[in-house]
């Protein structure tokens, strides 16, 4: 468990592209960061907004806020078969960083907390994936003093990405995906719906598409939902959705496949009570 303002080194078990860098370990700090290459630094209780920050270790800001230790856990693993499916085929092994029901300082047993992960792949491919923002206090929730992105200024000023600082902008069940490869996948939730069967799919527009497709997808009874895109083959080219999906919801997708060739792809939605497919076609 790290300490208030602490931080671990971690071995990865594998080599992780980061920019410049081919790293085999990472520095897990309890303040929603992760620093890459390097064994020695901190991540401070305060983030810097804009991104790129003050600090030049290169770092992966996940939810970078002051995180406090009464309550909860910083969890790492690694493992040689993922077991969160990777978002694009062939991502390799992963190490999942997860912090579990932090209170924001200065916090006490049975505050709120924020629960969170990042997953880094093989291939470079780094997740976010937010099951829980809110602390409680609508001036902090949801991002809202967060800094999230990721950076190596020490290498060049301009390796830095910044998803957003300061915003309220990673809701419940919120995922980011950063890669290098051309795809983008956004997962909004939205306003309420009134599902009357098991689930609603609507159909993807624009389709035929190039790159980018929207649709979205509801379920009458709260579940873990899958949200996958396979090729003719069956193949599994992309997820773009794992996790808990809440009751009459209605959830917008993004899906950006600039990294795909054209032809015809599925997308599968499937939870507990459902599942359903339909057929997209990209065209370049």
């Not at 997953?119 to 800094?147: C, R, V």
């Amino acid at each position: 468990m790290l300490s208030d303002d602490g931080e671990a080194n971690v071995v990865l078990g594998f080599v992780f592209p980061f920019y410049n860098h081919s790293a085999s370990a990472i520095r897990v700090g309890n303040n929603g960061a992760i620093l890459v290459d390097v064994v020695a630094g901190g991540v401070s209780f305060s983030n810097d907004c804009p991104l790129p920050s003050n600090d030049t270790d290169p770092r992966i800001h996940v939810f970078w806020d002051d995180l406090d230790s009464d309550d909860g856990a910083t969890y790492f693993e690694g493992f040689a078969v993922c077991p969160v499916t990777q978002p694009v085929a062939g991502a390799g092994d992963c190490m999942i960083v997860q912090w579990e029901n932090r209170p924001h300082f200065p916090g006490s047993p049975g505050d709120n907390g924020v629960t969170l992960q990042a997953i880094l792949y093989e291939n470079g491919d780094i997740a976010f994936q937010y099951k829980d923002t809110s602390f409680g206090i609508p001036d902090i929730d949801d991002g809202a003093s967060a800094s999230i992105g990721i950076e190596d200024d020490e290498a060049d000023p301009d390796f830095f990405l910044e998803y957003s600082c300061n915003t309220a902008s990673v809701d419940e069940n919120h995922v980011i995906l950063i890669t290098t490869r051309n795809i983008l996948v956004g997962v909004e939730a939205g306003s309420q719906t009134n599902v009357t069967g098991t689930h609603l799919l609507t159909n993807a527009y624009p389709n035929p598409f190039n790159p980018q497709t929207h649709f979205q997808l509801a379920v009458a009874r709260g579940q873990e939902v899958r949200v996958e895109v396979f090729d003719r083959l069956g193949r599994a080219v992309a997820t773009l959705f794992e996790g808990p999906m809440a009751a009459q919801t209605m959830y917008r997708f993004t899906f950006e496949a600039g990294f795909l060739s054209s032809g015809v792809y599925i997308i599968r939605a499937s939870g507990k009570t459902f599942s359903d497919t339909q057929q997209i076609t990209l065209l370049k």
